[in-house]
């Protein structure tokens, strides 16, 4: 055991390397609750040990001292941290501890807030006009990234409406919404760089750069919580700070729609638990929930400490990052034959749920993320994400080699082989088992013909006993011969075959999705529907007209001609037609007027109302096609904003009629149009 003074020492040196990699580099080495422990337990020592306690121990500090990347702004108001509690015990303590001496407690209004895992930033508006924003640093100095905010859309440029003279700060945080990070580092992934930790992470890298350029390609969103305004500034009048957020708001500032009012410390509690079980519906991640006194006046009488305000306090929530050992990195074979690497880990109970395995996503992340067999990882789970490994704590001294791709498929045994510039690994045995069992999961899944009670297990069973080959054969089941599967019986196996059958009448957009082909998601698969109506239609278009489709780009399209022109494609599609599948796209709309029954119309440029699909759609749905070229067979052209330059001059040299967007209605509810400007 070391003593207390040694204690201190070695916590106060970890601490501070912990802030200088978060607050500085933005490269976070240790999960949030290993650092809230550290912090806590200092804290405790210093109490017990005062004596012993230096004024510049980091627990006497808010954030960190500023880089030399942006150049320094003093904050005329400091930005202080808040305290933390971690139980609903800790959190009614200080509701009392708040509330003593200066009010009844019962009659204490509370705001309740997410608390945002971001990157607190203050935005300084001088008589409307944005002026300057500045990042917390150490609380009293910040750094100057007005540049970088000024790329975030939703930062309003100019204050509009009620009270806005003078000189407003506006503090919230700045983060990635959960989306949004999901996007960036599929990114990040596609162009084989490295991944960003978590959503918090992202935003403090993507807004501390040194080129904006930089950073408005990068999907931040900014949130406010806080209104300061000086001595004398009319806003003074307000006297509660529910108030200032609804002035935040009506300024078309982004406030947190969850927030709530509570009367007393028994709402109040109630308000929190509410965050905690909802957590993981909003759309941002947040690491707490943040309880203030609504009371502006009384925000007043309670003042702050030298590093946080006594009328405002965090719980904290159960971390979503937690660390445990890399037993071993495995590889699992999916649908296309992709090789994905993930993590088997000493089971650890993450955000409530025990992991014992984590996505590593390809090669390349392995690599940059340098994990490896007997690491001890930080593993993230954020709600109904997979699972993740975020990275290594620290290297020790004694690790294992770096982990080699396997060149062999686990399942086959045929060759692995990256292809291309990408990333990912594909085992090219197109009879690799794994793949095709994880075809026809995917087939029957519930994005793609639904077929009820057909999950892994039944399919490998189908497969094993030679029942199946290929999705193909699903339709051509014998109930009898199911029934005889073990754990099956003639019920099970009736059910089963009369799903089966019943998947025959799909849209066509889902069967685009079950049959697997490379990149085409929902999105995609509804485009194709959309247009071609047909999987012949599909089959027999140029990869031009695929991509041209909204939603589809020339990847997909090259992906689907490729798809289109394999024989055994071929032959699996006409033995679905044989068995009675339907390839056809149903008509939605049958009682609408046909008015353009066997008519095309093209539409070119984007026609006010309706999206690309949309308007497409809208012709489908009057019996018309809309093809994505013009020909002398085109009825009209619809010419929107910011047309094609080819298709009108097409169109005129053809003599095609071409219809301004406005008529566009007229158009589909007549079949005729007013006047044509050609
Ligand atoms: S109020 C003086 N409200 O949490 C009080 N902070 O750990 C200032 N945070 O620096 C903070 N959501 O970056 C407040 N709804 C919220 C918040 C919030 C996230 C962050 C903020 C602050 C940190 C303190």
């Not at 708001?249 to 009367?263: D, G, N, P, S």
């Not at 071993?328 to 088997?344: D, H, N, Q």
């Not at 082989?417 to 009879?431: F, I, K, L, M």
């Not at 679905?576 to 709309?589: F, K, Q």
């Amino acid at each position: 055991m070391s003593s207390p003074a040694e204690r201190i020492a070695a916590l106060t040196a970890q601490i501070a390397e912990w802030n200088e990699a978060y607050f500085v580099r933005d490269a976070p080495v240790a999960p949030d609750a290993d650092y809230d422990r550290a912090v806590r337990e200092l804290r405790e020592l210093e109490a017990l040990h005062p004596d012993l306690a230096s004024v510049d121990s980091p627990t006497q500090a808010v954030g960190s001292k500023v880089g030399d990347l942006f150049t320094p702004v003093a904050h005329q108001v400091a930005m202080l941290s808040l305290d933390n509690v971690f139980d609903v015990d800790e959190l009614l303590l200080w509701a009392q501890r708040t509330a003593k001496g200066v009010s009844d407690l019962d009659e204490i209004y509370y705001c309740i807030e997410p608390k945002i895992d971001g990157l607190a930033l203050s935005l300084v508006y001088l008589d409307g006009v944005f002026a300057y924003a500045a990042t917390r640093g150490d609380g009293r100095v910040g750094e100057d990234v007005s540049a970088n905010v000024m790329t975030i859309r939703n930062v309003p440029m100019t204050l509009e409406g009620n009270a806005t003279s003078g000189r407003i700060d506006v503090r919230g945080e700045v983060f990635l919404a959960k989306k949004d990070f999901e996007e960036l580092n599929e990114r990040q992934r596609q162009a084989g760089a490295k991944e960003f930790a978590n959503p918090r992470n992202a935003a403090a890298g993507s807004l501390r750069q040194k080129d904006p350029a930089v950073t408005r390609e990068r999907p931040l969103s900014f949130l406010a919580y806080q209104l300061v305004v000086g001595e004398g500034h009319p806003l003074q009048s307000l006297t509660q700070h529910t108030q200032s957020l609804a002035q935040l708001a009506e300024w078309k500032f982004l406030t947190a729609v969850e927030t709530k009012r509570a009367r007393g410390p028994q709402d109040m509690v109630a308000a929190t638990n509410w965050f905690e079980e909802r957590r993981h519906d909003l759309i941002y991640d947040i690491d707490g929930v943040v309880i203030k006194v609504d009371d502006l006046a009384l925000r007043d009488q309670l003042g702050f400490t030298s590093r946080a305000p006594r009328w405002a306090i965090a719980r904290k929530l159960p971390p979503e990052e937690q660390t445990t050992t890399l037993l071993a990195i495995e590889v699992s074979i999916g649908r296309t034959g992709r090789a994905t690497p993930y993590a088997v880990l000493e089971p650890v109970v993450v955000a409530g749920s025990t992991v014992s395995m984590a996505t590593l996503h390809n090669e390349d992340q392995v690599r940059l993320k340098d994990v490896r067999p007997g690491d001890v990882v930080i593993v993230r789970k954020a709600g109904d994400v997979i699972p993740e490994v975020v990275g290594a704590v620290t290297a020790t001294t004694h690790r294992h080699e770096p982990w080699q791709f396997p060149r062999e498929c686990p399942e086959c045994g045929g060759e692995l082989r990256r292809v291309g510039e990408e990333s990912d690994t594909y085992c090219v045995n197109a009879a690799c088992p794994a793949q095709q069992m994880q075809q026809v999961v995917h087939f029957a899944s519930r994005s793609a013909m639904d077929i009820e009670g057909l999950g892994e297990q039944r399919v490998a069973q189908l497969l094993q006993e030679g029942l199946i080959s290929d999705l193909v054969d699903l339709y051509s089941l014998d109930a009898e011969r199911v029934a005889h599967l073990e754990k099956m019986g003639e019920l099970s196996a009736n059910s089963l075959v009369n799903a089966i059958a019943a998947s025959k009448d799909q849209p066509l957009s889902r069967l685009l999705i079950g049959l697997g082909i490379r990149h085409v998601g929902p999105v995609a698969a509804r485009g194709l529907a959309g247009r071609f109506r047909s999987l012949n239609g599909v089959r027999y278009a140029s990869v031009e007209e695929i991509a041209s489709v909204e939603g589809v780009g020339p990847i997909i399209a090259a992906s689907v001609a490729l798809y289109m022109a394999t024989p055994e494609h071929q032959e699996r599609v006409e033995r679905l037609n044989e068995l009675g599948v339907a390839l056809e796209e149903p008509r939605m709309s049958d009682d609408l007027a046909q008015t353009l029954a066997e008519k095309a119309v093209v539409v070119t440029g984007s026609v006010p109302g309706y999206s690309r699909d949309g308007a497409e759609a809208a012709i489908v749905a009057r019996g018309g096609t809309s093809p994505g070229s013009v020909s002398k067979k085109t009825y009209c052209v619809v010419v929107g904003e910011a047309p094609g330059a080819s298709k009108l001059t097409k169109a005129e040299s053809l003599g095609v009629p071409m219809v301004a967007a406005e008529h566009f209605d007229d158009l589909l509810a007549t079949g005729v149009w007013p006047s044509a400007t050609s």
